[in-house]
């Protein structure tokens, strides 16, 4: 490593709070699905931040309309209108079948807007008594890092000492669906669910689950809702990954891709009464809908289409997979994915598989362990069959060595 590389790490652990413990690379330039650190060495970027950089780094087109609208106007806050936010909503309901859409910033705030919005709906619309509504989410979730999402995560990490927290919040199994409809009563409001449970290791659950999800939900008068904040935008080769299952929600949570990694932009989508119970002065956000966040998500979802991109994820996705497959090691104890979200689970005996993503990382690979014993794979969906090979020649040298 050269002294400036050692100088940017011990830095941000001086200052910084120490929430993270990065791979040791400090990257400079991304273009497309490549990144470049300080040294000038190229990575293959199989996390794109997570998912939110879907459409490759620094896409010009969305870069274009950035600087483009950065040049014009930011933000004027909702205190007044501006010209991009109903073109903004027009394309995205367009896009998504929606009928109303709340702009936000982070992904945590769209959840958090989503629980506001179906507990008030639960109130004034389903008849639930005051202070009484409930909502059911399942365990191993990952919604966030506020206060109130980390309240309803069943991992100790990510809730331990941070409470008190709030009531209101029920946890049942994932991909369980009698166990939803046992925990249904009276006053449930909303199930809040991922149709792939990323953080928890991409989790994909059974056939027919979601199917019977949607049917208890309108039985009992229940409004699903699905956070496609990662699953969504073409990651799991599709739009949205509930048309994997041929369903729709009530409410869909999207933020990630929505901006192509330029600018931390998300939306709640609905496309029934729950977004029309708020009223003016009761929700809000000084950024959400701001003019330069507008411009950026609509080139963003632009080039989705426009590109080829969800189909790309299809396709890329399937090549990977049966790649990933193809590759006899005893380190890998499962693989599985949908479009390009996907992962390898390392057997225990195999070794932390933080190790696994440093030994990819000296071979000009970078992708993020989750929960110890899996490797998440998650490349932008531009990526071609040519790279898809060539990472899988890499991710086979690697998980044929034994780091344990
Ligand atoms: C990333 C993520 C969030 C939170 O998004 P932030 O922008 O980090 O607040 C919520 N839900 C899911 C499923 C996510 O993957």
Same mark, same amino acid.
């Given at each position: 490593?050269?002294?400036?590389?050692?100088?940017?790490?011990?830095?941000?652990?001086?200052?910084?709070?120490?929430?993270?413990?990065?791979?040791?690379?400090?990257?400079?330039?991304?273009?497309?699905?490549?990144?470049?650190?300080?040294?000038?060495?190229?990575?293959?970027?199989?996390?794109?931040?997570?998912?939110?950089?879907?459409?490759?780094?620094?896409?010009?087109?969305?870069?274009?309309?950035?600087?483009?609208?950065?040049?014009?106007?930011?933000?004027?806050?909702?205190?007044?209108?501006?010209?991009?936010?109903?073109?903004?909503?027009?394309?995205?309901?367009?896009?998504?079948?929606?009928?109303?859409?709340?702009?936000?910033?982070?992904?945590?705030?769209?959840?958090?807007?989503?629980?506001?919005?179906?507990?008030?709906?639960?109130?004034?619309?389903?008849?639930?008594?005051?202070?009484?509504?409930?909502?059911?989410?399942?365990?191993?979730?990952?919604?966030?890092?506020?206060?109130?999402?980390?309240?309803?995560?069943?991992?100790?990490?990510?809730?331990?000492?941070?409470?008190?927290?709030?009531?209101?919040?029920?946890?049942?199994?994932?991909?369980?669906?009698?166990?939803?409809?046992?925990?249904?009563?009276?006053?449930?409001?909303?199930?809040?669910?991922?149709?792939?449970?990323?953080?928890?290791?991409?989790?994909?659950?059974?056939?027919?689950?979601?199917?019977?999800?949607?049917?208890?939900?309108?039985?009992?008068?229940?409004?699903?809702?699905?956070?496609? @904040?990662?699953?969504? #935008?073409?990651? =799991? +080769?599709?739009?949205?990954?509930?048309?994997? $299952?041929?369903?729709? /929600?009530?409410? *869909?949570?999207?933020?990630?891709?929505?901006?192509?990694?330029?600018?931390?932009?998300?939306?709640?989508?609905?496309?029934?009464?729950?977004?029309?119970?708020?009223?003016?002065?009761?929700?809000?956000?000084?950024?959400?809908?701001?003019?330069?966040?507008?411009?950026?998500?609509?080139?963003?979802?632009?080039?989705?289409?426009?590109?080829?991109?969800?189909?790309?994820?299809?396709?890329?996705?399937?090549?990977?997979?049966?790649?990933?497959?193809?590759?006899?090691?005893?380190?890998?104890?499962?693989?599985?994915?949908?479009?390009?979200?996907?992962?390898?689970?390392?057997?225990?005996?195999?070794?932390?598989?933080?190790?696994?993503?440093?030994?990819?990382?000296?071979?000009?690979?970078?992708?993020?362990?989750?929960?110890?014993?899996?490797?998440? @794979?998650?490349?932008? #969906?531009?990526? =071609? +069959?040519?790279?898809?090979?060539?990472?899988? $020649?890499?991710?086979? /040298?690697?998980? *044929?060595?034994?780091?344990?």
């Amino acid at each position: 490593m050269s002294a400036s590389v050692i100088d940017f790490i011990a830095t941000e652990a001086r200052f910084g709070a120490r929430n993270y413990e990065p791979i040791g690379v400090v990257l400079s330039r991304g273009e497309g699905v490549w990144v470049w650190d300080t040294e000038g060495n190229r990575y293959l970027d199989c996390l794109s931040a997570y998912s939110a950089v879907s459409q490759g780094h620094c896409h010009p087109k969305i870069l274009a309309a950035m600087v483009e609208q950065a040049h014009r106007l930011t933000l004027t806050s909702r205190a007044f209108h501006n010209d991009q936010l109903a073109l903004f909503y027009e394309e995205i309901a367009a896009l998504t079948g929606s009928h109303k859409v709340l702009p936000m910033n982070s992904g945590a705030e769209a959840v958090e807007s989503a629980i506001k919005s179906v507990r008030k709906w639960g109130y004034e619309v389903k008849g639930v008594p005051d202070g009484q509504a409930e909502i059911i989410v399942c365990a191993n979730n990952f919604h966030g890092r506020t206060l109130g999402v980390v309240g309803f995560s069943t991992d100790p990490e990510t809730r331990g000492h941070f409470g008190p927290f709030a009531p209101g919040f029920k946890v049942i199994p994932f991909g369980d669906a009698p166990a939803l409809a046992e925990a249904i009563n009276p006053n449930t409001v909303a199930f809040l669910v991922e149709p792939i449970q990323g953080e928890a290791g991409v989790v994909i659950p059974p056939a027919g689950y979601f199917t019977e999800v949607r049917e208890l939900c309108t039985a009992n008068n229940v409004m699903l809702v699905l956070d496609e @904040i990662q699953t969504g #935008l073409g990651r =799991t +080769g599709k739009l949205l990954a509930e048309q994997h $299952e041929g369903i729709e /929600a009530d409410v *869909t949570l999207l933020g990630k891709a929505l901006s192509g990694g330029f600018y931390p932009v998300s939306a709640v989508l609905s496309n029934n009464d729950v977004l029309g119970t708020l009223r003016p002065g009761q929700h809000g956000s000084t950024f959400g809908g701001n003019p330069l966040a507008c411009a950026v998500a609509r080139a963003a979802m632009r080039v989705l289409v426009e590109e080829g991109m969800i189909e790309n994820a299809a396709r890329q996705g399937a090549r990977f997979l049966e790649g990933l497959k193809d590759i006899r090691a005893n380190t890998i104890r499962d693989v599985r994915g949908r479009g390009l979200m996907l992962a390898v689970e390392l057997h225990p005996e195999a070794g932390r598989a933080r190790r696994y993503c440093e030994a990819l990382q000296a071979k000009g690979i970078l992708a993020k362990d989750t929960h110890e014993h899996t490797i998440r @794979i998650a490349p932008p #969906l531009v990526i =071609t +069959g040519d790279q898809v090979d060539w990472a899988l $020649e890499r991710f086979a /040298a690697i998980l *044929t060595q034994d780091f344990s």
